[in-house]
């Protein structure tokens, strides 16, 4: 398979559900390194910016788009976001390729439009992206930025005008890969490794045993993944769980929404032996990564998993601090995961602010008296971090909030409730934390 075709094989797969990374996963590992590059440029073009391409293709169709086949609908976007950003491939290999692929597909009568609009979209598409980049329209910064026009109002009203634009600019920002060394031991083989690979690697500022990349690899492909030497962790999750082990005062500790345990990882690499982790997850299929995740950096011996909801589901042991990574729009990974906007709208906004609340709730309820519950989520939204935490604390009781032990220029204070820490650098994105203490 070659880069362009997997492409349109992992645009299809997004389309379904799926994350980009996990498609291309999925499809990447099989493919020669230029081809994963190219099929991973595409597919992330397409991503970050589809409510552009879906205008541009509207001026240039005489249908619309949803009108043509899903096949033929994939080949233009992913022609038309190649053509923009893609400077340094050839235009004509680029809509040649596109066209066959619709010609030996189920809707080769599509081919000639899809040869037609590309070429359109390759002339044209330069005039009108000017034009769209002077306006001073919101709705088309938006596109331009490729943020969902909902979204660039809500955070207009949650951060003012000037910030907002600035959130829409690092939200379209190229992210780097960032890895945490899961034992500090294996931390100059590791760097050896990586130098011999060509791949560039220095020491974070902000984390302790964190690793910054100047580029994305393949991650299994990278020296002492196999090992479980190093797992690729976002500064920003970093600095939130090392933020909580500073409030711990011993166990047990209760992690609730522990996804595919990327934050357990480092919570047991980084816990005393005789502190114990009880994980909580709703999905059996994030629970099963976890449990391989664990087992691939050696501490699956002291992981406990539960698989279940966790407004329902009760602790082996009455914990002495909760980690909440509360499901969430992930709006300040939207540069790293730029699929999820397209699928995210107020509605659903909302009814995950009411889960929120609820959860951070019960964790208030569950906690031992004196014990630390510190929430948090990967959202630059007031409606799921200030707004879901006060709902909770309006559910009566007695608690009092922590400072939080962030470096320096990394965090703004949340209003009235926690810190936000900044998407300001390719290793970091939006997070919002809030700390509280159970009263006796």
Not at 40 to 54: F, G, Q
Not at 264 to 291: D, F, I, Y
Request: a positive charge; aromatic letters at 8%; charged letters at 25%.
């Amino acid at each position: 398979m070659r880069g362009i075709e997997a492409a349109l094989e992992c645009r299809r797969e997004v389309r379904k559900g799926a994350f980009a990374a996990e498609a291309l996963r999925k499809i990447g590992g099989a493919l020669e390194t230029p081809d994963r590059v190219l099929a991973s440029s595409l597919l992330y073009a397409v991503s970050r910016r589809e409510s552009l391409w879906k205008h541009l293709l509207g001026l240039f169709l005489r249908k619309p788009l949803h009108a043509l086949s899903a096949e033929t609908a994939d080949a233009l976007l992913v022609g038309t976001a190649g053509l923009v950003e893609l400077r340094h491939f050839s235009p004509n290999a680029l809509v040649s390729a596109l066209v066959g692929h619709v010609k030996t597909g189920k809707s080769p009568h599509e081919a000639g439009l899809v040869n037609a609009v590309l070429r359109r979209v390759n002339e044209e598409a330069p005039q009108v992206l000017d034009r769209m980049g002077r306006s001073p329209d919101a709705r088309d910064q938006c596109m331009i930025w490729g943020i969902p026009s909902w979204a660039g109002r809500r955070w207009v009203e949650d951060w003012g005008k000037e910030e907002a634009r600035n959130l829409m600019k690092l939200s379209s920002m190229t992210p780097y890969m960032s890895l945490r060394v899961n034992r500090p031991e294996d931390g100059n083989s590791l760097g050896q490794g990586l130098g011999q690979a060509g791949i560039r690697a220095w020491p974070s500022p902000f984390v302790r045993n964190g690793l910054r990349l100047a580029s994305n690899p393949f991650p299994p492909s990278l020296p002492g993944y196999a090992e479980g030497w190093l797992t690729p962790q976002t500064e920003s999750s970093m600095m939130v769980v090392e933020a909580f082990l500073e409030l711990l005062e011993g166990g047990p500790v209760l992690e609730i929404c522990s996804g595919r345990g990327v934050k357990s990882g480092q919570l047991l690499s980084r816990l005393p032996v005789e502190v114990s982790l009880e994980s909580w997850e709703l999905s059996p299929g994030r629970v099963a990564s976890a449990r391989s995740e664990m087992i691939r950096i050696g501490v699956a011996q002291r992981a406990c998993f539960k698989t279940g909801d966790a407004l329902k589901l009760e602790p082996g042991q009455p914990p002495r601090a909760i980690l909440l990574d509360a499901p969430c729009s992930g709006s300040g990974t939207w540069k790293r995961h730029p699929e999820s906007k397209w699928r995210l709208s107020p509605e659903r906004l909302t009814q995950m602010a009411e889960l929120q609340s609820a959860f951070l709730e019960r964790a208030f309820r569950l906690v031992q008296p004196g014990g630390v519950v510190v929430y948090c989520t990967c959202s630059l939204f007031r409606e799921e971090n200030e707004q879901a935490v006060g709902a909770a604390l309006g559910g009566g009781i007695d608690v009092v909030e922590l400072p939080l032990d962030f470096p320096d220029g990394t965090s703004v204070r949340g209003k009235p409730y926690g810190r936000v820490l900044w998407p300001g650098l390719p290793w970091t994105d939006g997070f919002y934390t809030a700390a509280f203490m159970k009263r006796s």
